[in-house]
Structures are given as C-alpha cells and as structure tokens.
C-alpha cells in the first residue's frame, strides 16, 4: 500500500480551522445526544475505517450500548432506536449519499417533525462535518488507531 500524505502537517491552518469547527458542534447539546450514532453512521457509508474506528471507540468512552453500535448499520430493522435518533440516521444518509435531485420532501418532512429548525440545522452541518472528515481519512488512507492516544480514544479499552 502506497504511503499517503498526512493532511494535518501539511494543511496545519485548514486542518485547526475545521477541527475548530468540529469541536464548536461538539459543543452544542442537542448533537451530544446523538453525534455519535450520526458520526458512525455517515463514515460507515462512506467507508472511513479510521472513523469508524474513532466514533465507535468515542461512543463507548461516552457510555453508548455496544449493541446499539454494532445496530447503527442496520438501523432501520432494529428496535434499539428512538423517533429522534431515526430521524437523525434517515437525514445522515440522505445528506451523505445525496440523490440526483437532493433530499426529498418526503425525507425532509419526516425529520422536520422530530428537530426544531435549529436542531436540524445544527444537525446538517454535523452532517457536513463527518462527511469531510470522512473525504480527507479516506483519501490519505488514515490508519484505523493511529491516533488513539492523541485523542484519548485509548481509554476504550477496545485495542
């Protein structure tokens, strides 16, 4: 495998200027209820292993099931999810795989009874944010792990 460029070292005033972004959603309430399923969610669907590494071992730090973890993918068939946290999955794969014609009514209208304007807002840019995330890891191949330690993750308990 062709060693890839690290984006961070390269791009340092872009690469803290998003993860200032990042962490100001991070800091919004409503998305703490639900960040992590959306963040796992978006980055299994775009095939990001180094996110979906980093959030399932997130999610667990901040006391998610592990059940409910390994059900993210199957979301729609599982029993283990609210009206709100579904809502949030419908709306991360709409945003995420975005059809020829963007997110339909229908999608739109389904999520907008379960998020005030602003929460669904706050939502779609965490959306956004995953999603860019997610671009970077996999174009420069970012090493499920690498980064455990300078974010804490190593306190998962999930080597």
Not at 47 to 56: P, R
């Amino acid at each position: 495998m062709t060693q890839r460029l690290d984006y961070f070292a390269l791009s340092p005033k872009a690469s803290g200027k998003y993860v200032e972004f990042s962490m100001l959603l991070n800091k919004t309430p409503f998305l703490a209820e639900i960040a992590h399923l959306v963040t796992l969610r978006a980055s299994q669907i775009n095939g990001c292993g180094f996110c979906v590494d980093m959030h399932v071992k997130e999610a667990k730090i901040h006391g998610e099931r592990e059940l409910r973890l390994h059900h993210v993918a199957i979301w729609r068939e599982s029993p283990l999810f609210s009206p709100r946290e579904r809502a949030a999955l419908e709306w991360t794969e709409a945003l995420t795989q975005l059809a020829p014609h963007g997110v339909s009514d229908t999608i739109y209208a389904s999520v907008r009874e379960q998020f005030s304007e602003q929460e669904l807002s706050d939502l779609t840019f965490l959306v956004v944010a995953i999603n860019g995330w997610n671009r970077l890891n996999v174009a420069f191949r970012t090493v499920p792990g690498s980064a455990d330690k300078q974010f804490g993750l190593d306190k998962a308990g999930l080597a």
